[in-house]
């Protein structure tokens, strides 16, 4: 279990990483992305034109905050490797803001079900895995309390007058 969920932070600090990297560059860069397209110096394949006029007006609110909340979800994660309930708790707020926000500033249309089904599952598959890392550590340093325990100095109570109290009546 252990390395099935380093495997998925290791994706998840590179899939977190990299839409932090390219929202904060989108958004940081946004105004002159602008300006070289209406100077037309921004060649844009036909094919695509009119999703990318589109996408150059979306506020550039909306990428600073994607781009944040998936810095906050690689946050989480990194801590999340330590087998923390708080890199759980970020990374999980971080998804659901990041799947909210297209709702909030571009509407239903660029919602996408896929996208939250799978954040869920992996959500859901964190939360699990968490959980059972954890049972399983205190499972083993309750074992390892027990086998070290120092039974040598305990003494042992063999008189059977103090443990017939009742019979005496």
Do not use: C
Not at 25 to 37: E, F, K, S
Not at 113 to 118: F, W
Not at 144 to 151: I, K
């Amino acid at each position: 279990m252990r390395r099935v969920f380093r495997i998925m932070l290791v994706l998840t600090f590179i899939g977190s990483g990299m839409s932090a990297l390219s929202y904060l560059a989108t958004g940081l860069t946004l105004p002159m992305i602008q300006d070289y397209y209406a100077a037309g110096s921004l060649p844009i394949q036909p094919e695509i034109k009119d999703f990318f006029e589109e996408l150059i007006n979306w506020p550039r609110a909306f990428f600073i905050l994607l781009g944040l909340a998936y810095s906050v979800s690689l946050v989480g994660a990194i801590i999340m490797w330590r087998e923390r309930w708080l890199g759980f708790h970020l990374y999980a707020v971080a998804q659901l803001v990041a799947l909210a926000l297209p709702l909030l500033f571009i509407g239903t249309m660029r919602f996408d079900l896929g996208d939250a089904m799978i954040t869920v599952a992996i959500v859901f598959f964190y939360f699990m895995a968490l959980r059972n890392l954890q049972a399983a550590a205190a499972d083993a340093a309750i074992a390892e309390t027990s086998s070290n325990a120092d039974f040598d100095n305990v003494e042992e109570d063999v008189d059977d007058e103090d443990d017939d109290d009742d019979d005496e009546d």
